[in-house]
């Protein structure tokens, strides 16, 4: 079965980091871009960042640029969210989702059940 | 404020066709495919449509959808209480290299 397994959400400080993996099963993530994908609670769906199959390309929202690292490892089939100096409106589902070879064309056709980030003091 | 703009809601009976609309710009929806999703009540989205009208595997024909210029529309005919859902499009935007969602539609089936 296709799936991807999000983890390492929890409760942070304003101004702390957190380190989200997602786990990937039934399909090498290696012919793929990924992508992670943010919900705050009650709101609409919003693209965090992406990157390319072999790593060498990464594109960030501007809300999280220099603040957030993604990074991808191909031999454990799993994607990486590093998330610095996060803000209480980051409070939100995490998604990591799986895109294409061309997935402009394409979107994200599998998604992982996300994992919840609550900044709050 | 999201970059594609949706109505935040739509309705309709069993049974009934119902539209709902995502209007962008030309650095987005004129320029790239449309993208739809489906997001079941406390559910992960879902791919409903890929390039502009075309349906993965498993999704019924009674979801169809259209792209013209900068908007598109999402058509579901025989709407049944499954249907009640979030309905999202996306595209990826050209300026902004990045992808832009639009706020989202709440289907109730009444």
């Known amino acids: 079965e296709v799936q991807l397994v999000e983890s390492g959400g929890g409760l942070v400080q304003p101004g702390g980091s957190l380190r989200l993996s997602c786990a990937a099963s039934g399909f090498n993530i290696t012919n793929y871009w990924m992508h992670w994908v943010r919900q705050a609670p009650g709101k609409g769906l919003v693209w965090v960042s992406r990157?390319?199959?072999?790593?060498?390309?990464?594109t960030y929202a501007d809300s999280v640029k220099g603040r957030f690292t993604i990074s991808r490892d191909n031999a454990r089939n799993t994607l990486y969210l590093q998330m610095n100096s996060l803000r209480v409106e980051e409070t939100a589902v995490y998604y990591c989702?799986?895109?294409?070879?061309?997935?402009?064309?394409?979107?994200?056709?599998?998604w992982g059940q996300g994992t919840l980030v609550t900044v709050s003091s | 404020q999201s970059v594609l703009s949706q109505p935040p809601s739509a309705s309709g009976t069993p049974g009934q066709r119902v539209t709902i609309s995502c209007s962008g710009s030309?650095?987005?929806?004129?320029?790239?495919?449309l993208i739809w999703y489906q997001q079941l009540p406390g559910t992960a989205p879902k791919l409903l449509i890929y390039h502009n009208n075309q349906r993965p595997s498993g999704v019924p024909d009674r979801f169809s959808a259209s792209k013209s210029a900068t908007s598109a529309s999402l058509a579901i005919r025989g709407l049944q209480s499954a249907d009640e859902a979030d309905y999202y499009c996306?595209?990826?935007?050209?300026?902004?290299?990045?992808?832009?969602f639009g706020g989202g539609t709440k289907l109730t089936v009444l």
């Open positions: 989702a799986r895109g294409g070879i061309n997935d402009i064309l394409t979107g994200f056709s599998v």
């Open positions: 996306a595209s990826w935007d050209d300026y902004l290299t990045a992808w832009v």
């Open positions: 990157i390319k199959s072999d790593g060498s390309i990464t």
């Open positions: 030309n650095s987005n929806i004129g320029s790239n495919s």
